[in-house]
């Protein structure tokens, strides 16, 4: 399966940040860690395969596994199109099926296909090389798969995104309190293109004045590295709006997060009253939770994944820089999604079964072996900001740096070596080759000199 890493995997906080197992996102594995544990069933083993697709493996991978799943979000997007072919290459190589799970198209709320236009001839050598190897797709909504039908593909299915059925056909998702309050524990999520452009940044900052208790959940690795290094080295990372900035007042209050794996994310969002902001999986991490949330939708990806699950939302292009999350909180209705929530997950799990995969729910133990293991272990803590110089915090860090440094310095030793042997290789062979002959030495003696003097006559 394709995966930054394994759900068991439990990685300490600088190496999952200098793997990026998080792929640039940490809602990558929310999906990701549902589809294994959805999967993973008494005559099933869920191997990850790591996010890069090396054409080079497929030889291995026909040998050694029976199907290759591939749970994607946004992948037909712009920015996503290189990592796409190379997919399709490694697809187009392989004998055994090719189950994809949820991927979807991305644009704006209008759902407006334009801007994918120069990149069709990707998406359609993709798709037909994933139905080459299952009996259909599926995708993450309304938009996407209109998208594909018009470019002719009929064999797609609209499933939504496997995350949302992590825990099978039960999804409890109720309110704990008649209305916010200034005590309420709210959390906030966003993009950078939503707190930036979109105006999420206002009501942030307004949230942050009303509620104490707010906190912001980031996503990507550069809000992890801010947080956990103060690296703003990078584009992203010098958005000062951005509450996992050094430079913004929730940064400097302790009121951020970023998690590397979902269990911490999940059971944090537990102790929450309320969740709201423009990201789909942070949001989803909450309704998993059982908390309450909404999403501010920004584009077509999470618009057409609330309008199929019925999330509470609205856009955010809407929505007043004055919001308060006690009014999103108050009009949300959660009885859709909760209610119709039975019905999504049997045409999940009827996907699943026409493209010959069973699911634990149905055809194992429900995930119980799962939860079990994954309770077993020790996870960090969600990524926090770093304001503190006691003696433990600097002594993780610069641990973690030492070995670093020490696993370098060996390499580089290594590489001395071979390099030391490979010219003295090339240089024993070179004292090997034959002497020239006694013609070709005296033609390369005297050759010159002559040439010169003919041209001089």
Known sequence: MRSGKRPFDALGVEEALHRDVIATNSGNLIFSDATHKILETPGA??????????????????????????PLANAFRPSFELPLQRLTRLINKLKIPVVVVGVGAQTGVTYDPARLKA??????????????HSASIGVRGEFTEKYLNDMGFRDVEVIGCPSMF???DRLPVEKRTAALTADSRVAVNGSHTAVRGGGLSKIIDRAHEQYPNLMYIGQNLTDAKQLHWRDVNSPAGRITEMPTHPDHPMYREGKARVYVDPVTWIDDLRDFDYSFGSRIHGNIAALLAGT????????????????????????????PADLDPAQLYEEADFGPLTGNHRQRFDRFTTFLDKNGLENTFTHGDGGAAFEKKLRSLSFPAGVRPWNDADLASLTSRFGWLQQRITELDSHNTQLQRDLAKARSGAKAAKAALPSPSIYRRARRAVGRPLRQALKSK
Not at 45 to 54: A, I, L, Q, R
Not at 119 to 132: I, N
Not at 292 to 311: G, K, M, Q, W
Request: charged residues 25%; contains cysteine; hydrophobic residues 45%.
């Open 119 to 132: 990149m069709e001839p990707s998406v359609r050598a993709f798709c037909s090389a994933v139905l080459d």
């Open 166 to 168: 992590m825990h099978g």
């Open 292 to 319: 309450p949330a909404t999403v501010l939708a920004f584009d077509s990806r999470t618009l057409e994944l609330c309008r199929y699950f019925e999330i509470p939302h609205r856009l955010l292009s809407e929505a």
């Open 45 to 70: 083993e869920v191997v990850s395969n790591g996010m890069k697709s090396d054409v080079g493996a497929a030889s291995r991978i026909n040998e050694e596994y029976d199907v290759f799943v591939v």
